[in-house]
């Protein structure tokens, strides 16, 4: 090993490290990255005069973009040390084992996969926010926080610094990422939470679990866990654990179910319980020596990239995409991967002919995370910004200061087969693949939606083409005749409406009975509707008044193609109408099901107390717990699960 060697490899974990930090971006898998950093690590031991001030095994990364001199923290925020396997676990218990001289009771709690955040009260109320940042200095997130419901939660006497994660849940995720605009649940809670304007911020939904408080009496941490849960704070669960079995079977039983968890976790996090021993180990510059972080495995391939081309769709958006040498990941082999969109890809900087690491986002779709810098040559090429629509040849633009590329062509190929291709996919009308409607296209049968109830007229001359017969093309026609049936929310957001995705079409119809209906609402009727804001509102009502639109819609009605939504399951004799419901605690079933019956009976669900809450229901009405005692305090009436299904009319 020589000495550019270790500055090359201190370079590049810099370059990893600030692209995760500042720009949400993996360039390396996490496990690459730390396999890296020992290296770092072990070189650094045996040269100690090669050490660089600015290497990462020196300071914890950086989200910092701008610094403040008045965002130091009271004490530094550190990072975890990673492990990835039983074996690492085993070795660090038997070394606490060792140095505390007994059996150590450890903590192992989720390791939330959102943005750590340090958050100041006063008399409960919030005075300072500040991310991680470097570590010693964070970014000044205060104005957002405040706004948080979380944190308003809290109990009105509380002073002090409480720690915690910032993280978006996977539902409210899936409500803003309907068109898979962002990677992942992280980095959009990194965006909002560091998002300049209050009014925007407001609009997405963020959560704060708490699990770390300054300067309680308690002795252990789990009882400042409880303690942090009882003040208000959201916290995750945890699991006391008093031997190394115990551990091991905590950290497993996390792993299997940290699918079905609301929120994302990326690991598990063990911290020995007894606060007197933290102080006793302390720490290295970077991490706590009385904690680490179980990181979850999660599969990662290296493949090579065969072709980016770029794709156009029904909005006329230049995509790129990556043709792969097929590798088998996960269950499945993947032999393509979306970039995103053009910035992704000069921020990633793949090239043709590179080595990529895969990874499957949400276990499903498969995406780049990094480039393989170790196997760049020159034979790796750069991929150019088209100019020209990849299949109608107009010129691009762009929209306003957005770095996306638009085909505004209305007559484009590419953008009418993904436009017809959404809407027999959203419809599920079988038999259609992109193939089918790219060669009727070409064949002059579908131009627009509506043609596809039209091929019926040209039966005669279909059932002759090329690899069809007249079985299929039977099928075919009977599978679109049958889309008329179709209640109305799929077939709002079968249109492609730019603003209206699946949800949001759901959360429209569940107010209102038919497309027409939903055609003659104003601004203010549609900002009324729960889950859609101002913006939102105006952007969806200029939309709808679009002539295109109105057409498009009047052509399917006159075509019998229905247009009233599902008829609500109403329980007729239920009570819940108007009202409002917290649920909270163990039921015998999941609270889910019953959140189902009261909004389909006309009630709405809550996730905290306040004052117009109309019931707090929960089985233990007598408990201390935060949301009880607010209950109390505002005079919302606590009812049973039992109530709950009288008022429901269930049994
Ligand atoms: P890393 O981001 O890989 O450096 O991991 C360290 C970070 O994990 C900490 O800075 C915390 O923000 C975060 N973290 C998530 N869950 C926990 C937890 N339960 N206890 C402590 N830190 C946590
Ligand atoms: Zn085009």
């Given at each position: 090993m020589d000495r550019n060697t270790y500055n090359k490899l201190i370079d590049d974990l810099i370059k990893y490290s600030e692209s995760y930090y500042k720009y949400n971006i993996s360039l390396i898998s996490d496990e690459q990255f730390d396999m890296m950093l020992k290296q770092a690590e072990k070189i650094e031991e045996e040269n100690p005069s090669w050490v660089r001030l600015d290497s990462p095994t020196q300071t914890p990364g950086s989200d910092l973009v701008s610094s403040d001199e008045g965002n130091v923290h009271a004490r530094p925020m550190l990072s975890l040390e990673n492990t990835y396997n039983e074996e690492d676990v085993t070795k660090w218990y038997k070394k606490m084992e060792e140095l505390t001289g007994e059996n150590p009771e450890v903590v192992v709690e989720y390791k939330f996969d959102?943005?750590?955040?340090?958050?100041?009260?006063?008399?409960?109320?919030?005075?300072?926010?500040?991310?991680?940042?470097?570590?010693?200095?964070?970014?000044?997130?205060?104005?957002n926080v405040l706004a948080m419901e979380d944190v308003s939660n809290v109990k009105s006497?509380?002073?002090?610094?409480?720690?915690?994660?910032?993280?978006?849940?996977?539902?409210?995720?899936?409500?803003?990422?309907?068109?898979?605009?962002?990677?992942?649940?992280?980095?959009?809670?990194?965006?909002?939470?560091?998002?300049?304007?209050?009014?925007?911020?407001?609009?997405r939904k963020l959560w704060f679990y708490a699990y770390w408080l300054e300067g309680s009496k308690n002795l252990k941490h789990s009882q400042d866990i409880d303690l942090l849960r009882e003040m208000g704070f959201r916290t995750g669960k945890y699991y006391l654990c008093h031997n190394l079995e115990e551990l091991l079977a905590a950290i497993k039983e996390i792993g299997d179910n940290r699918n079905n968890l609301e929120i994302e976790i990326d690991g598990a996090v063990m911290k020995l319980n007894e606060k007197r021993y933290w102080e006793m180990l302390g720490?290295?510059?970077?991490?706590?020596?009385?904690?680490?972080?179980?990181?979850?495995?999660?599969?990662?391939?290296?493949?090579?990239?065969?072709?980016?081309?770029?794709?156009v769709g029904r909005s006329g958006k230049i995509t790129p995409v990556a043709t792969l040498n097929p590798?088998?990941?996960?269950?499945?082999?993947?032999?393509?991967?979306?970039?995103?969109?053009?910035?992704?890809?000069?921020?990633?900087?793949?090239?043709?002919?590179?080595?990529?690491?895969?990874?499957?986002?949400?276990?499903i779709i498969p995406q780049i995370i990094g480039v393989n810098l170790n196997l760049r040559n020159e034979d790796c090429l750069e991929v150019v910004s088209p100019t020209t629509c990849p299949d109608c040849g107009s010129i691009l633009v762009k929209e306003g200061d957005k770095v996306d590329l638009f085909c505004k062509n209305e007559f484009c190929p590419g953008r009418i087969v993904d436009k017809i291709s959404y809407y027999t996919h959203v419809l599920e009308i079988d038999g259609f693949g992109d193939e089918i409607i790219e060669r009727f296209h070409y064949l002059n049968y579908l131009n627009k939606v509506v043609d596809l109830y039209y091929l019926k007229d040209k039966r005669h001359e279909l059932v002759l083409l090329d690899r069809f017969g007249e079985k299929s093309i039977d099928k075919l026609l009977f599978n679109i005749e049958e889309s008329k049936k179709v209640p109305a929310e799929k077939l709002l957001a079968a249109l492609g409406i730019k603003g209206?995705?699946?949800?949001?079409?759901?959360?429209?119809?569940?107010?209102?009975?038919?497309?027409?209906?939903?055609?003659?609402?104003?601004?203010?009727?549609?900002?009324?509707?729960?889950?859609?804001?101002?913006?939102?509102?105006?952007?969806?009502?200029?939309?709808?008044?679009?002539?295109?639109?109105?057409?498009?819609?009047?052509?399917?009605?006159?075509?019998?193609?229905?247009?009233?939504?599902?008829?609500k399951e109403v329980n007729d004799n239920a009570d819940v109408a108007g009202l409002s419901f917290c649920?909270?605690?163990?039921?015998?079933?999941?609270?889910?099901?019953?959140?189902?019956?009261?909004e389909k009976n006309g009630g709405k669900n809550v996730s905290g107390v306040t004052s117009k809450t109309s019931y707090l229901v929960t089985n233990d009405t007598t408990s201390g717990s935060s949301k009880n005692k607010k209950a109390q305090q505002l005079g919302v009436k606590i009812i049973s699960e039992e109530e709950l299904r009288q008022l429901l009319k269930m049994d």
């Open positions: 959102g943005n750590s955040a340090g958050i100041r009260f006063s008399h409960g109320k919030v005075v300072k926010a500040l991310t991680r940042g470097n570590g010693l200095v964070g970014e000044n997130i205060t104005n006497t509380f002073n002090g610094e409480c720690r915690g994660e910032i993280i978006m849940s996977k539902e409210e995720f899936a409500r803003l990422n309907v068109d898979g605009k962002y990677a992942n649940a992280r980095n959009l809670a990194s965006g909002t939470i560091k998002l300049l304007d209050v009014n925007e911020f407001k609009k720490s290295t510059a970077k991490f706590p020596r009385y904690a680490k972080a179980y990181k979850y495995h999660q599969e990662v391939a290296e493949t090579k990239v065969l072709s980016i081309d770029f794709q590798v088998f990941i996960d269950g499945s082999t993947v032999s393509r991967a979306t970039l995103n969109n053009i910035e992704f890809l000069k921020q990633i900087d793949v090239r043709v002919n590179d080595t990529v690491y895969i990874q499957k986002a949400a276990a209206i995705g699946i949800k949001m079409a759901k959360i429209i119809m569940e107010k209102h009975q038919t497309i027409d209906e939903v055609m003659n609402l104003s601004i203010e009727e549609l900002s009324s509707i729960d889950g859609i804001g101002d913006i939102k509102a105006s952007e969806v009502y200029l939309e709808l008044a679009k002539e295109e639109t109105r057409a498009l819609i009047q052509n399917l009605k006159e075509l019998g193609v229905n247009m009233v939504a599902t008829k649920i909270t605690g163990a039921l015998s079933l999941p609270r889910k099901e019953y959140e189902l019956l009261i």
